[in-house]
């Protein structure tokens, strides 16, 4: 029997063990563990190396943590002997912020230097006091050598080619290696005639700031008038923020490409042709591009029942800015209606093309007009025969 009551007791200890475990689990932990309540006063850095050859500007938080709505007064309760520091909000001197519950409030700490500051170790103490809560943020400037401001430009593809009528698009990433932000002036140089872009996000931009450490991807447009000779170009780009100066090299291949266009002598785009007659009209093929048109074959698109050849029936070569005659032979339909028609002609060279609209005005033969009044001429006399012998009766 004891035994039986010492094991019902052994297993009620053990179940009073488990309900402690999870009671205990469950349990609130320390006082330090709870959320913190108050205000706080920081700076990203509050110890740092700076220059002392100008004014250096601190960006300060205030937040409230769990407080009702309150006004929080800051002021600099030790400053370096012979430095002027000033807290800004919005751009103007403060000495008190608004905050709401779990909100916080950007201040700015200018700090000015004395003439002449030696190098060392100045420690300031600044104040945040609320109405319910104080902090305190102590900072320390160390003036020193500071590394100088150093940028660098990486091109994505150094070198693209194409048509003179394509717009060259290249990625160029813009890194600031050095310890302070930087407000970066964006230049080209390119070859006369040559338009240089920039765009960053998909705007046109000079100039962009970029933090201490950032890169920015900038997008580099190069165009060129669309009559550029073939060759290689090159576009320096530079970025330049103060001392510090990145260029690189940007290579631009543009392709030769035959530019087409049909003509006259006398650059009118019209002729005279007679109905049923072979007629010759002269045509000029001009090449405005940057590279040789080969094997240029012309062709046209005329009414039905005309007949339109050309000699020669295809031109070996044109050169950049050099023209050939050729001689169009048109016949129109034996019985075409007087009048004005419209004839495409198109020019081939290889997978480039170029049409042209021309008026041809069409005759009708003066045989035709001679035969024609003959036929009247006859009908009036028969007319007139008949009149006179019936016309009796």
């Not at 609130?28 to 205000?39: E, S, V």
């Not at 005329?302 to 007949?307: K, L, N, T, V």
Request: glycine letters at 10%; proline letters at 8%.
């Amino acid at each position: 029997m004891d035994e039986g009551r010492r094991g019902m007791s052994l297993r009620l200890a053990a179940v009073v063990a488990v309900l402690i475990l999870l009671v205990g689990g469950s349990a609130p932990g320390p006082a330090g563990a709870q959320a913190f309540r108050g205000i706080s006063l920081s700076t990203p850095y509050p110890s740092q190396t700076v220059r002392g050859d100008e004014p250096i500007s601190l960006p300060l938080t205030v937040r409230n943590h769990g407080l009702p709505p309150q006004t929080v007064t800051i002021r600099v309760e030790q400053a370096a002997p012979g430095w002027k520091a000033t807290i800004l909000g919005g751009g103007r001197p403060v000495g008190a912020v608004h905050v709401l519950p779990d909100a916080e409030a950007s201040l700015t700490l200018r700090l000015e230097p004395p003439a002449h500051a030696r190098a060392g170790t100045y420690r300031f103490r600044l104040v945040a006091q609320g109405e319910r809560g104080q902090a305190v943020l102590p900072l320390a400037l160390t003036l020193g050598q500071v590394s100088p401001a150093r940028l660098r430009l990486t091109p994505e593809l150094p070198s693209l080619s194409g048509p003179a009528t394509t717009t060259f698009r290249y990625r160029v990433t813009l890194e600031n290696q050095s310890a302070q932000d930087l407000l970066v002036n964006l230049e080209a140089e390119a070859p006369r005639a040559f338009q240089v872009t920039f765009q960053s996000v998909g705007q046109q931009v000079s100039s962009l700031p970029v933090k201490a450490g950032e890169s920015k991807d900038v997008d580099v447009e190069v165009s060129m008038p669309r009559r550029t000779p073939a060759g290689r170009y090159q576009v320096r780009v530079r970025a330049v923020a103060g001392d510090a100066r990145a260029e690189t090299t940007l290579g631009v291949e543009v392709t030769g490409r035959p530019d087409l266009s049909i003509t006259t002598p006398d650059e009118r785009l019209s002729g005279r042709a007679t109905a049923g007659r072979t007629n010759a009209i002269k045509l000029v093929v001009k090449n405005q591009g940057s590279a040789v048109a080969r094997n240029v074959e012309l062709t046209a698109s005329p009414p039905s029942g005309w007949e339109i050849t050309f000699e020669p029936e295809r031109i070996d070569q044109i050169p950049p800015d050099g023209e050939r005659e050729v001689v169009m032979s048109v016949r129109p339909a034996p019985k075409a209606v007087a009048g004005d028609y419209m004839v495409t002609l198109t020019a081939n060279t290889g997978g480039e093309s170029e049409s042209a609209d021309f008026r041809i005005t069409v005759y009708t033969s003066t045989l035709w007009g001679l035969t024609g009044i003959l036929l009247v001429a006859v009908a009036l006399s028969v007319v007139g025969l008949a009149v006179a012998r019936y016309g009796r009766r």
